[in-house]
């Protein structure tokens, strides 16, 4: 998780230059897609650069959703998909995953 976050982190400045390029909404809005449509809860969430927020999100069926926050109110969804699984904690960014 923490070099998930950190990678995350290290594409946050170029991302909120971009974000017009990305899928964003008012916060709300995407997190109706993803409480209310994907049945997902925030499992973690990170500053930033330039107040922004990021937040990691999943359900047990295994969808994920990977969301900045910009500080003007917008959300910019950066990933989705499926297959999530909980590391346990905190684990080594080198080796084998499993």
């Known amino acids: 998780m923490r070099f998930l976050l950190l990678a995350a982190t290290l594409l946050i400045q170029p ?6 390029t990305l899928p ?5 809005r995407l997190l ?6 994907r ?5 973690a969430t990170a500053q930033a650069a330039r107040g922004a927020t990021l937040e990691i999100f999943a359900a047990e ?3 994920w959703t990977i969301l900045l926050t910009l500080p003007d109110g917008r959300s ?3 990933a989705n998909g499926d297959r999530f699984e909980a590391t346990g904690g905190l684990q080594p960014a080198r080796g084998n995953p499993t």
């Open 15 to 20: 991302l909120i230059a971009t974000a017009q």
């Open 61 to 63: 069926t295994g969808s």
């Open 32 to 37: 109706a897609f993803v409480i209310d449509q």
């Open 76 to 78: 910019c969804l950066l």
């Open 39 to 43: 049945g997902e809860v925030r499992l």
């Open 24 to 28: 964003c909404a008012m916060r709300e």
